[in-house]
């Protein structure tokens, strides 16, 4: 039985058509994938950037109480 040229037309669309979509998602999901990356990356400056600020309170907290522990008693109109 010979090939039907139509039937053979109409497959060598669909497969264009699929291979070219299946390239598009594959450049979508590449972008996607680099945007996650570079989400990822913020992230984690921003945690050291928490991080960081948390260090920051904690010492001035403590400096905080260390001055107020040596006020503790004095007279507050004594120079």
Not at 2 to 8: F, S, V
Not at 12 to 19: D, G, I
Not at 41 to 69: M, P, S, W
Request: aromatic residues 2%; negative net charge; glycine residues 4%.
């Amino acid at each position: 039985m010979p090939e039907d040229p139509i039937a053979q037309s109409e497959l060598a669309a669909l497969t264009r058509r699929f291979e070219e979509v299946a390239e598009k998602h594959d450049r979508e999901f590449g972008i996607v994938k680099s945007d996650l990356t570079a989400v990822r990356l913020q992230i984690g400056n921003l945690d050291q950037k928490v991080e960081a600020l948390d260090k920051k309170i904690d010492r001035n907290q403590a400096q905080i109480i260390e001055l107020l522990t040596q006020l503790v008693g004095r007279d507050p109109d004594a120079s």
